[in-house]
């Protein structure tokens, strides 16, 4: 694998890639959350983990683009974070997170009464967009943070587009389709939510291409290739690496 070369494609606009990337890692560090933001009271790991796991249904139901849940998920841990949203009203945080992630990342957007029917109108629409009001206050209508996907899809054109090997892109599809399973597993765990979404991606990728070889991408030259391209500490991604694959065994 190799770090990108500009001057393989005009079309991508890689003469300002390497750019890009290194602007996006430094940016994440701002939203990088406290590793105790899930403790000290309620809600509990646990409620947010229940939470989470019905969010995803919910996002399958509306039939949402992958941007939207982590960008949901991005919202609900920030509030988390800033502890003002009481257990009651937990249920109503995802939801309204959802609400405003589809409206920063959708072209067209559920209505707001089809919110309030999947909580079985536990919640009312007044509610919802007072919960709105309070999300994009406490946020400074800041939703601007790089997920993971974001990273996923940079690694993928530097690993894919190596010139030292024909890749079998069929085989790496289905290994970089792991590779966001994984990355989206990571909601799940209150412990993943507070490493960087690069590192996620990062992990998510030398996982998937163990699990899922690909001919013409050997796994150790990716994982350098891949820490190289974005800049990580070797060490940091093998914690990653430990972490996200404990969170896919409990989760399988």
Not at 140 to 150: G, M, N, Q
Not at 199 to 209: E, K, Y
Not at 214 to 236: S, T, Y
Request: with cysteine; hydrophobic share 45%.
């Amino acid at each position: 694998a190799k770090r990108i070369n500009i001057q393989d494609n005009e079309t991508k606009c890689l003469e300002v890639a390497e750019d890009i990337y290194k602007y996006l890692v430094h940016h994440e560090k701002k939203y990088i959350l406290d590793e105790n933001y899930m403790e000290g009271g309620e809600p509990t790991s646990k409620m947010r983990r229940i939470l989470v796991d019905w969010l995803v249904q919910v996002h399958l139901r509306f039939h949402l683009i992958p941007e939207t849940l982590h960008l949901t998920i991005f919202i609900l841990d920030r509030i988390l974070e800033k502890k003002i949203v009481p257990k009651a009203d937990l249920q109503l945080l995802g939801i309204s997170a959802m609400f405003v992630a589809s409206k920063f990342e959708e072209v067209f957007i559920p209505d707001i009464y089809d919110y309030e029917f999947i909580t079985e109108n536990t919640f009312t629409k007044k509610q919802i967009l007072a919960m709105e009001q309070t999300i994009l206050n406490a946020l400074e209508f800041d939703l601007s943070c790089p997920s993971s996907l974001v990273f996923a899809r940079c690694l993928s054109r530097v690993l894919s587009e190596d010139e030292s090997k024909p890749v079998d892109q069929q085989a790496f599809y289905y290994a970089y389709n792991i590779s966001k399973c994984l990355a989206e597993l990571s909601f799940l765990d209150s412990v993943a939510s507070c490493v960087p979404k690069s590192h996620i991606a990062i992990a998510a990728m030398i996982i998937a291409l163990n699990v899922h070889p690909v001919e013409g991408i050997e796994p150790k030259r990716a994982e350098k290739a891949c820490i190289e391209q974005l800049g990580a500490d070797k060490g940091e991604i093998a914690d990653a690496v430990l972490l996200l694959a404990q969170v896919a065994y409990k989760n399988f």
